[in-house]
């Protein structure tokens, strides 16, 4: 299993271009708007469906709902989400973004195009079409062995 990640595997691979993206968005949004790469989706999420719950959150984006309390926490701090109490239901607090998150989500989809344009530099339309369909495929073989399927309604924006 070790020489998994010694050698030139897909996963490998994969692994260090999604840490290099990682690092390529984190640069570009902590320092320029103090937005964390983790809550990105949340923002896109969040303005296509504002007034989601922290448990709808935590389940279209895939993690524990600990882990969104934490993130939405910080993101409220930072002015970018505000949460309402649910009128029917009071124990449950919708989320929405702010005029300032809405304000930000085009300046990050600039630096997302960006980072998608510069990982597939040189690539022809016939070349991305192949490498969609390719990793389409890997997700469904992930997703048909994985039991709960968290991220697979999530398009983002």
């Given at each position: 299993m070790d020489?998994?990640?010694e050698?030139?595997?897909?996963?490998m691979n994969?692994n260090?271009?999604?840490r290099?993206v990682?690092?390529?968005?984190h640069e570009r949004t902590?320092?320029?708007?103090?937005?964390?790469?983790?809550?990105i989706?949340?923002?896109f999420?969040?303005?296509?469906?504002?007034g989601?719950s922290?448990?709808?959150?935590?389940?279209?984006?895939g993690?524990e709902p600990?882990?969104?309390?934490?993130m939405?926490?910080?993101?409220?701090?930072?002015?970018?989400?505000?949460?309402v109490?649910d009128?029917k239901?009071?124990?449950?607090?919708r989320?929405?973004?702010?005029e300032?998150?809405?304000a930000?989500i085009?300046?990050?989809?600039?630096i997302?195009f960006?980072?998608?344009k510069l990982?597939?530099?040189?690539?022809?339309?016939?070349?991305?079409?192949i490498?969609r369909?390719?990793?389409?495929?890997?997700?469904?073989n992930?997703?048909?062995?994985?039991?709960?399927k968290?991220?697979?309604?999530?398009?983002?924006?």
């Open positions: 020489e998994i990640f050698r030139d595997t897909v996963l994969l260090t271009i999604q290099l990682y690092k390529y968005v902590l320092r320029g708007f103090n937005v964390h790469p983790g809550q989706p949340i923002l999420l969040l303005k296509r469906n504002p989601l922290q448990k709808e959150i935590a389940k279209i984006i993690v600990g882990t969104i309390a934490i939405l926490r910080r993101m409220e701090k930072a002015g970018f989400v505000y949460r109490q009128e239901d009071r124990r449950i607090s989320v929405y973004p702010t300032k998150a809405n930000l085009q300046r990050l989809r600039n997302l960006d980072v998608e990982v597939l530099t040189d690539f022809t339309e016939s070349d991305k079409n490498l369909t390719l990793l389409n495929r890997m997700k469904s992930l997703l048909s062995r994985v039991q709960d968290p991220c697979s309604s999530y398009k983002g924006e």
